[in-house]
């Protein structure tokens, strides 16, 4: 499967084990490219089928898959 850009919301109660949580998240199979420590905030890519996984995390809130984005109107 191909590799799928996430960001994923730990809840705020797990701040303080932000660092465990990104650890987990390496350990399911994600390239974490950034940390936003602050705002509880890790995004980076996994395979489409460790999804389910990452949502499992014990203090992740939600996961959310990148979405392409397109422009209105036609192209010139």
């Known amino acids: 499967m191909a590799q799928i ?7 705020e109660t797990f701040l303080p084990r932000f660092a465990e949580i990104v650890a987990s998240c390496k350990a399911a199979g994600m390239v974490v490219q950034r940390e936003m420590t602050t705002v509880g905030v890790i995004s980076g ?5 460790g999804i389910p996984v990452l949502s499992r995390i014990k203090g992740v809130r939600h996961v959310e898959q990148s979405r392409d984005v397109g422009c209105l109107g036609k192209p010139q």
């Open 45 to 49: 890519t996994i395979d489409g089928a």
């Open 5 to 11: 850009l996430v960001s994923i919301l730990v809840d």
